[in-house]
């Protein structure tokens, strides 16, 4: 099947723009993608390190409070500023990632952002990462898109926000000094068995218990605080070589490197390849891949040392890239993004939204659609399958949103009929044309057409 | 049938409903499509809890040197159960259930899962009830589905799954109710029409705007009703209790939402309680999980008031923990795990099961409790009691392949 700008927008992309133009080719998506970040300069997101003033404040306001035994009203009403603004930068942050697909020629960089970005799934903890995962994002994904594979593992792996999601900060080797002076302390295996079973292998991978526990002993040490931000502790390092799927790692004194090199190895698998090539032709092409598709994605992985933008490129250019017809259901986010966008509903009208606005009109409902943003159930992300999504209460909720979302902007609202094309191209089937014809109201048109399971899939 | 004659069909069915309730004549039982007044209600623990520190076992020599900062028995606030088991001080609430034999456990159970111990696959092997072998993504159904699906003439709404997450367990062909509580959907006439055509040739779409919009309907009319009735006593009991633990709280709400439909026709409810993996701190985590798995167990007892005599909460996880605390005073993934029971119906005051022994040489790989029964039995032996279903249907159709040999008599 030859390249279809429709497609390309709806399924690799966030969708069609009355004004933006659709990509031209798979060669234009990848020029793009290689090209300057134009949407992270309109719209910008606070990386981790930025949050590292406040979360000092917030420590030092804890110390005081120990020491006085409470909080003074001036400490009272400086926490609370403190929280309130990091309440509204999680609100912001949620519209900037809409205003950037609302505006952007190059969606295929922010659907790219989001597969990875649920790929490696991070959840806010306690303190400062409760409500900023979308600056581990920012931080440790956005600029890594376009790389390798194996450098945005790494990235991922020691970064601060990932280490205390899994709950490696504290978990030291058996044999370490710090848990032959405190024998309380030792290992705990989260972060090994997820960086195994979701991030590199998968579960279907060739690894054992014994792997998953040799590679928590290759990580131990690795630990974070707002000082350095990631910190490995050799004291907390295992002595002693390692030996993860039949390699060995590390010699008497345990180090950094053992953990970088492991890693390396893991990205360039053969298992990791298929794993992860398998998970972006599901993510964007169909949750039951083309076997050949995945196959030559996972052998350009490993001829290039899994060079993301060669796999993208293997990707985008295999005939059933944009073969229709389309049967993914859009994620609430993707089908929020995608709404407003074919509506034409300029980034910076969502960007001046307040936090109330943000609850009401964005994060709300689409909570109700069954995507609490930056809170999936565990460490797996969302789940793929249209199944999961087309639920009675999930439709109903996406239908109500719809409806809300055309009366609200009834002031600008295009004609049905017109709108048809403008959301899907010649993708509309004949029911949609007729439902825009046969509505009563300009509102309801196009609330029908965005419900439909025409604009619903992608 | 032509678009919109299952649809009328529908309405016409939530209309008499409606006028049945409340008429003196006829109580909704009447209405009932199921073949039983038992209720089950199927909670998945979502993370894999740690059954030996809920279902604490003291009396086990070997028990005290394993957990060295999360502790164990009376000395660590338990409440002792039966001279061997300690309940943990987070389901406290719950013994005056225990001495009433309204509470039971088993203990060092599993599914057939086993040595990779991801949540996802345990989840997904759980909620399918088969043996590991046939855990094709393709065929993917769940078990309490399958039990409707041995029963002619099941309604959508005798069985609810309840929540934004979809359930697996009561996925497949048997037709059953799925909803949100804070789901609302207001449409007129017209779009409902238009939303029916353009969804008229994709079946999951028609499906499951058939259901919204029936669902919306017969939720409508028993509010109402709801309204019209005085409020009862445990109504007042369930309200009064959701007020004293903060009101609107995730896990309050599907419980209230679950009371609601169990009252009435609906037979099975299933949902879920997330926040049982706990890694790192396990003391201050298993507490926040336990305590909303005590407030859900509390308010449908309140709430079921009279129904609560024919219910039975069963609340099953992935599976357990390790045996060992590891170094961050949490667990790791385990084995054998715990399921909990509750309700009017149950046997209850008893900790089922084979216990293994917490001895290295007892331990599964050496490091988890060994599992000593399949979980999906207790399960079965449930259903049995409850709905008395066959078997040989069990162990066939319901979960393939199991053997249901000396499991109790878990129902009264």
Redesign the interface.
């Known amino acids: 099947m030859a390249f279809d700008p429709t497609i390309a927008a709806i399924r690799f992309g966030s969708g069609l723009h009355p004004q933006l133009p659709a990509p031209k080719s798979a060669g234009a998506m990848l020029k793009l993608l290689r090209g300057p970040d134009v949407m992270a300069k309109a719209f910008p997101i606070p990386v981790y390190g930025d949050l590292m003033p406040e979360a000092h404040r917030l420590r030092e306001l804890a110390r005081a409070r120990k020491k006085l035994g409470k909080r003074t009203p001036k400490m009272e009403a400086e926490v609370k500023l403190i929280r309130a603004n990091d309440r509204e930068r999680n609100a912001m942050m949620l519209r900037h990632l809409i205003a950037r697909n609302l505006d952007t020629e190059d969606g295929f960089r922010e659907r790219l952002l989001r597969f990875w970005a649920d790929h490696f799934t991070v959840k806010g903890r306690g303190g400062i990462t409760r409500n900023n995962v979308g600056t581990y994002v920012e931080d440790a994904l956005r600029g890594r898109i376009t790389g390798r594979f194996g450098d945005m593992l790494k990235a991922v792996v020691t970064h601060p926000m990932m280490l205390v999601f899994?709950?490696q900060p504290?978990?030291?080797g058996?044999n370490s000094f710090i848990?032959g002076r405190t024998p309380?302390?030792?290992?705990?295996?989260?972060l090994a068995?997820e960086v195994l079973?979701l991030h590199t292998l998968g579960?279907g991978g060739r690894y054992?218990?014994k792997d998953v526990r040799e590679l928590a002993e290759v990580f131990a040490g690795m630990s974070q605080n707002i000082d350095k931000g990631f910190n490995y502790m050799t004291r907390g390092g295992e002595p002693g070589a390692e030996v993860v799927l039949g390699r060995s790692y590390g010699g008497e004194d345990p180090k950094v490197e053992d953990i970088y090199a492991v890693l390396h190895d893991l990205a360039l698998h053969p298992d990791t390849a298929r794993h992860v090539s398998r998970k972006l032709v599901v993510h964007f092409v169909s949750d039951t891949p083309d076997a050949g598709m995945v196959e030559e994605m996972a052998a350009e992985w490993q001829r290039t040392d899994g060079d993301l933008m060669a796999v993208y490129s293997v990707m985008l250019n295999h005939p059933a890239a944009f073969a229709g017809p389309l049967t993914k259901a859009k994620q609430p986010i993707d089908f929020v993004c995608s709404a407003l966008r074919a509506l034409g509903v300029p980034g910076a009208e969502v960007a001046a939204l307040n936090l109330g606005r943000t609850r009401r009109n964005l994060a709300g409902p689409m909570?109700?659609?069954?995507q609490?943003w930056e809170h999936p159930?565990?460490p797996?992300g969302w789940?793929e399958d249209?199944?999961?999504w087309?639920?009675?209460?999930?439709?109903?909720?996406r239908?109500?949103w719809a409806?809300r979302l055309a009366s609200d902007q009834r002031k600008t609202l295009p004609d049905p009929r017109d709108f048809v094309g403008q959301a899907l191209g010649d993708l509309a089937?004949e029911?949609?044309h007729?439902?825009a014809k046969?509505?009563?109201t300009r509102m309801?048109g196009i609330?029908?057409i965005l419900?439909?399971?025409?604009f619903?899939k992608r | 049938m032509s678009m919109t004659s299952r649809r009328n069909f529908l309405l016409r069915g939530a209309a008499i409903g409606c006028s049945a309730a409340a008429s003196p004549l006829l109580t909704p039982m009447t209405f009932a499509a199921a073949p039983w007044d038992a209720r089950l209600v199927v909670i998945i623990l979502r993370g894999g809890m740690d059954g030996i520190d809920v279902v604490q076992p003291y009396g086990d020599r070997d028990a005290a040197g394993l957990r060295p900062t999360l502790g164990m028995g009376e000395g660590a606030g338990a409440s002792d159960l039966d001279g061997f088991f300690a309940l943990h001080p987070g389901l406290s609430e719950l013994m005056p259930l225990w001495k009433a034999g309204e509470l039971g456990f088993a203990h060092a159970v599993s599914t057939p899962y086993r040595d990779k111990r991801s949540h996802f696959d345990g989840q997904d092997l759980l909620e399918a009830g088969t043996g590991f072998d046939v855990m094709a993504k393709e065929k993917r159904d769940g078990w309490l589905n399958r039990m409707l699906q041995t029963i002619p003439g099941i309604e959508a709404e005798t069985a609810y799954a309840i929540g934004r997450e979809d359930q697996l367990v009561l996925t497949g062909a048997a037709a059953v109710a799925n909803w949100a509580p804070e789901t609302r959907l207001n449409l007129s006439p017209q779009a409902e029409r238009l939303l029916e055509l353009v969804y008229h040739d994709d079946p999951i779409y028609r499906e499951a705007i058939a259901e919204a919009l029936d669902l919306t309907d017969s939720l409508e009319a028993a509010a109402q009703a709801q309204e019209e009735e005085e409020m009862d006593e445990s109504m007042a009991d369930m309200a009064n209790m959701m007020q004293a633990r903060g009101g609107n709280k995730a896990h309050l709400k599907l419980a209230e939402f679950a009371v609601n439909r169990l009252r009435h026709e609906t037979r099975v409810a299933s949902f879920s309680i997330n926040g049982w993996d706990t890694h790192g701190g396990q003391a201050a985590g298993l507490k926040r999980a336990l305590a909303s798995l005590q407030d859900v167990i509390l308010a449908m007892k309140a709430g079921l008031g009279p129904v609560w005599g024919k219910t039975t909460i069963i609340a099953m996880t992935e599976f357990g923990r390790t045996a060992r605390e590891n170094g961050t005073r949490g667990t790791d993934h385990g084995t054998g795990g715990t399921m909990v029971m509750a309700g009017g119906a149950l046997r209850g005051g008893k900790v089922y099961g084979q216990w293994p022994g917490l001895a290295e040489a007892d331990l599964y790989a050496g490091r988890d409790l060994m599992p000593t029964a399949d979980v999906r039995a207790y399960a079965a032996a449930t259903m049995r009691g409850l709905f008395g279903i066959e078997k040989s249907l069990l162990e066939s159709s319901v979960f393939p392949g199991l053997d249901m040999a000396g499991v109790d008599r878990l129902i009264l």
Do not use: K, Y
């Open positions: 899994l709950d504290r978990s030291v058996p848990a309380r302390r030792g290992l705990n295996e989260n068995r079973e579960v054992t218990q909570i109700l659609m069954g609490h159930v565990g797996d789940p249209e199944a999961h087309i639920t009675p209460q999930g439709l109903a909720a239908i109500s409806m089937s029911p949609v007729f439902a046969a509505a009563e309801e609330g029908v419900s439909s399971p025409d619903q």
